[in-house]
Each structure stands twice: as structure tokens, then as C-alpha cells.
DNA sequence: TTGTAGGCGTTATCAC
DNA sequence: GTGATAACGCCTACAA
């Protein structure tokens, strides 16, 4: 065998002189079957498996200006709570012929500027981004650079392009009311601390106030969302603050480390200790106890956003561009 | 603000007018700012940064054959298994201004076969394929392609290019090994059902043998490897053989999950069942009782990976071209 | 049904 | 230090 150097693939000369044939014949038998006399197909089909011939996707990317590619910008592939959007994006995509490229920012202002940048270059037919783009810059790029963008994740009055989210300040508020209506008057967060928690938390806090109990301030994680923050987080909780009888994580991940937690603790959920989580992404079923959680529509989130992209992609419209597809309480046995 | 319709983003050519100086000129502005003068590099800095204006990669990318893009093939973003892996991937390759894109195969032959091709289209300057790639047809489109390939996360004896792994069978027979010597003598497994699974059981099932104890039959889970799946497999095994006393599972995921169902079963955990994980990615130390699992450095395997695919991209040569990184076992609670 | 010419946006090369 | 030219590999448009 030879030393794998850079002996260059063939191009679609190659095979044509092979298959003795035009260069555009080889084109057309690849892209458009149906356009070629039979026998002429055969003998390029024949050339390409011979050379194992694949075409390069930056020329003929360059040459129709589209790519069949999207790009995903997620915040982490750590942890489930993307999971399920990613999943059905690329189910989606993969069944129009378009592929899906993955790009992670962390939850830092720099690089998620950077990996735009990178991402606009490649010029992907669209680009589906984790929570709303921030900075002026990052939106004035995208802007320009003509991508259909659908922002996701999170409501704004000011998105980029098109966007399918829901509402943090509403979830805050309707899980404060939740575990009130249960009876829960000393009830706290374990959180993270990017900008939707942070959304979370004030609702939280303000749906608290206005219920007339009192504050008690949330212990904050560090990304990545993970059992042990959670089991930590709980920990700190409850040191500071050990009236609290009801706790809702950011997360499921959080919730299910909170979980643990408390029984190592001696607390018994749901009966000394409620505990609610984000996500609902399989975790907090198969915990035991089963996890009372936010529902998020992950699949859901991940179709539309594919379903928009495409159409833009292909010249359609889309309407409506904002689609807020909300949340619900799934209640399970640890509230 | 307009419609954001197809209006063509600027072009390199657009930029130089603005700016008053040729196409060359800007492109060497952008690629290498040290090779022209102050006043003009300041002049196209001013209309790019009027225009927004980001260079099409596509485009350079077809002219320099370059497109410092390297591209990981993973079965399955779900579950942490991989996460260190890319994660450091990601690192190594952004640091060196490469870009990672990731596709998701499925644990589908043919998906995976498709992915390939898809991939090769974009001519990346490298590909880090997770697992070892078996169709002869995959095989030989990478060779012909030319492009740097790293296998990783196993071994074989016919690598298509570069790999860094460790060995299936080395580690099932070593939890055999380990579980025997802590006095188990009815040891079973609960594993998912690739072909890297598959390797460890049969040589944990010939160690077994070899040891004179009984073969138990593994419990087997579908992908993904979650927490609900390894609940169910331990509850499958344990009814059909509820004399064993210690279970590998093929995951820590899994592991977790059969911790659970132990604990629901009314088994002490490890005085009447030890578990044993595989990979060791945070939750196994999280858990309550934590998990003893086979240890996998996904950072290392992230790390050399993008060391050699650069050093390859680079024109550089790689030795040695295979690397077995081996495992170790970390012994905690639960056994 | 097939082929020829030209250009997508960028950069290597060589000339000034 | 800067610019003109050509070429990367493919496909649109048009011609035969």
C-alpha cells in the first residue's frame, strides 16, 4: 500500500476522461440521473466506483452559492438538556439532504463571536442558534451575511431573524406558583447563571414577592450542569438556608444530583424536600423518585427550527418567524 | 430595515472598491497584515468593517485545498460517553485555528456509510472517526480520498489510516479479573450491543470460562445507553439469574441507572450487588454510591487525535500512527 | 442527449 | 507594497 501523502482525489475530469465523456456529463449522471442516455450512465457510474470519486463539496457549494449544510451553535454538547433538539435537527435535515454541522461556543461572549464568524464563512444555507445572539456585533453579522438564522430557546422582541423559544420569566413564575399551591412557603433555586437562568430567577423571585414570601437566594452552579453541581449546590442551600422545603434546579441533571443529595442528607423526597427540574429529557423519569419537571419540547423546538431553515433556504417565506411554543409542569412523584 | 431576502453578501472584489485597492490587496490585508502598509491595511480595515464583510471559505477553501475544517463522526451525541472526547477536540483543534464539525451516524451501517460521504464532500483537512470504520466501501472512499483519518476509541489490526484506542477485549477480561478476585463467582453483564460491546463480552464471558465459573448471559439495552435502560436490564438479568452477585455494565449511564434499580430492589449495593461502569465521566464519582468503573481518557483521545490529524494536515508525519492509550479501573463504592 | 464557455470568490504567482 | 492574471472544481447557460 502507498504512504497515504497527499496524492490528490480525482475530479470530475478525471472520471469524465475515464468514462470518455464531458466533464458536464459527469455532472448531470450525478446530480440529475435522469438527463443522460442509460449506457453513457453506466459508463460513468462504472468511472466513478472505479476511482471511488466524490465530489467536492466547496466547489460545487461555491459555484451554486448553497452549501446543504446547516450549522447548530450550541452552548455545550455536555449534558442531555440540547440533546433532544439536535437529535430531531439532524433527523430532519438529513431527510431533506441537507447536513448538519455542530459548533460549540461555552457560555463565553468571545468565542461564541468567534464560532459566528467561523460559522458565516462556511456559508451554511442556514444557521440554528442556541438561545438569542447578544451582542451587536454577532447580529450584525448575521444580518449581513443574508444566513436565514432561527434563533432558539428563549423568547426576544428583538430576534436576529426568524425564532422558536419560550418563555424563562413564565416558567420562573409558574413553578413558584406550582410548589405555592402545594403548600410551600420556603422554596429556593440551584441554578446556573447564564442569561435564561438568570431570566428564571428574577420571574422566580418576583412571583415569590408577590405571593408575599420571602427571598431566599438562589445557589448558583458553574456550567457544566452536572449531578455533582447539583448534589453541591443543594448542599450550600441548605447550609445557608434550612427552612427551605422546595427547590427548583435549572436543570435535570441538577435536579437528579439534588435528588441524591438529599437522601444522603437524611431528607425524604418529596416529603421534607420538594424538588422540581428543567428539561425532561429521560433523567428525570428514570430517576427514583421520578422527577417533577418543566417540560421543554426539545423535538419539537428541533423540527420547527429545521422546518424554517429549510424553506428560507429554498426561497420560501416563513409565517409566522416567532413562534413561542411554551412549556408545561410534568408532575412526577419528588413534589 | 429590509426584507432579508438573497440580497448577496460583499465580496472581496466589493471590499477593494470600497476601500480603493485591489481584490489582492485585501485578501493579503486579511491573511497577512504584516505585509502591507499601515495606512492601506487601516483603509480595507475601515470597509470591512463597514461592510461586515466575512471571507467565503468556500471559496478559499477550493482555491487553497485547505479547509481548516476537521470533521468527528460520533454514533451518537446522546449520553456522555464521547463528551470529553469532543470536548478536547474541540479545544485542541480551535486553538490551532481548525474548526470541528460534527456528524451524528446513528449506530446504522448505512447512516454511516452516507455520513461518510457527506463528509469526504467537504474536504476536511482531517476525520476523526469514533470506533473503527468496518464497511470495506467507507474503507476505501477514505483512502481514495486522501484526507488524514484518526480511528479511535478501539483497535484493530488494519487501521484505514492513523488510530488511538484501547482494547475492548483487554477490558473485559479485566473486570473479570477484578470482580473474581473481590470474591464474586456469579458475574453477569449489562451491556448495549455494538460491535465494541460485543468484543468485551466475549472476552469477559472467556474469562469467565477460564476461571472455571459459569457463563451468565448478558442482559442486553438498545441505544441509547440511559439510565432508564440500565434500570430495565438489571431488572431483566437479576429476574433470569438472581444468583449473580456482580454486574459490568457498558456504561456508566447504565451503571447508574442499575444502581438505581438495586436500590428499588431492595439490594445493598455493593454487600449484595457490586456494579462496575465503563468511562467514567463524572457521574460515576457523582453518584451515591460511587461508581467503580473502567476509567477512558477521552481528553487524551481528543487530544492526539487533533495532534495527529494536524500534524497530517501540515504535511507532517505521524509516528507512531496507532496508539493503545489502555484503561484503568477505579475502584470506588459500589463494589 | 451531449458538449463548450464562463464564472462562482478566493489566493499563488509573478510582474511592477 | 501593490496589482494583474490564472486557477482551484464544479455547474448554469447556451449551443449543437
Redesign the interface.
Known amino acids: 500500500m502507498s504512504i497515504?501523502?497527499?496524492?490528490?482525489?480525482?475530479t470530475i475530469q478525471d472520471v469524465a476522461r475515464i468514462a470518455g465523456v464531458s466533464a458536464m456529463t459527469v455532472s448531470r449522471a450525478l446530480n440529475t440521473p435522469q438527463k443522460v442516455a442509460p449506457d453513457t450512465l453506466a459508463r460513468v457510474q462504472q468511472a466513478v466506483a472505479q476511482?471511488?470519486?466524490?465530489?467536492?463539496?466547496?466547489?460545487s457549494?461555491?459555484r451554486r452559492s448553497r452549501?446543504r449544510?446547516v450549522a447548530a451553535l450550541l452552548p455545550t454538547?455536555?449534558g442531555?438538556v440540547f440533546?433532544e433538539m439536535?437529535?430531531a435537527l439532524?433527523r430532519s435535515l438529513h431527510d431533506r439532504g441537507y447536513?448538519?454541522?455542530?459548533?460549540?461556543s461555552g457560555y463565553d461572549q468571545a468565542r461564541e463571536d468567534d464560532l459566528l464568524?467561523?460559522t458565516?464563512?462556511?456559508?451554511p444555507d442556514g444557521i440554528v442558534v442556541t438561545g438569542v445572539v447578544r451582542s451587536e456585533e454577532g447580529r450584525?453579522?448575521l444580518?449581513?451575511?443574508?444566513i436565514?438564522v432561527v434563533e432558539t430557546w428563549e423568547l426576544t422582541a428583538t430576534p436576529v431573524?426568524m425564532l422558536v423559544g419560550f418563555s424563562h420569566a413564565q416558567i420562573g413564575a409558574a413553578v413558584v406558583d406550582y410548589l405555592h399551591q402545594r403548600g410551600h412557603r420556603h422554596i429556593a433555586m440551584v441554578s446556573a447563571d447564564d442569561q435564561r437562568a438568570l431570566t428564571r430567577i428574577e420571574a422566580f423571585d418576583a412571583q415569590v414577592a408577590s405571593l408575599g414570601l420571602s427571598r431566599i437566594a438562589p445557589a448558583f452552579t458553574r456550567p457544566p450542569s452536572?449531578?455533582?453541581s447539583g448534589?453541591q449546590g443543594l448542599r450550600e442551600l441548605l447550609a445557608r438556608n434550612p427552612e427551605v422545603t422546595a427547590v427548583f434546579c435549572s436543570s435535570d441533571m441538577l435536579a437528579l444530583?439534588a435528588s441524591?443529595e438529599a437522601?444522603?442528607l437524611g431528607l425524604q423526597v418529596p416529603a421534607q424536600l420538594a424538588i422540581v427540574g428543567l428539561g425532561d429529557q429521560?433523567?428525570a423519569?428514570?430517576?427514583?423518585p421520578p422527577l417533577t419537571t418543566v417540560r421543554i419540547d426539545g423535538t419539537q423546538i428541533g423540527r420547527l427550527a429545521a422546518d424554517m431553515v429549510v424553506a428560507r433556504a429554498e426561497?420560501g417565506s416563513v409565517s409566522p418567524s416567532v413562534v413561542d411554543l411554551g412549556f408545561s409542569i410534568i408532575q412526577r412523584q419528588s413534589s
Open positions: 497515504p501523502t497527499a496524492n490528490k482525489p480525482f476511482t471511488h470519486f466524490v465530489p467536492n463539496a466547496m466547489a457549494g461555491l452549501a449544510l454538547l455536555v442531555p440533546q439536535v437529535e439532524d447536513q448538519l454541522m455542530i459548533g460549540q464568524r467561523a458565516i464563512q462556511r456559508r450584525r453579522a444580518r449581513a451575511s443574508g436565514p431573524d452536572t449531578m455533582g448534589r444530583g441524591i437522601r444522603e429521560g433523567v423519569a428514570d430517576a427514583s426561497g
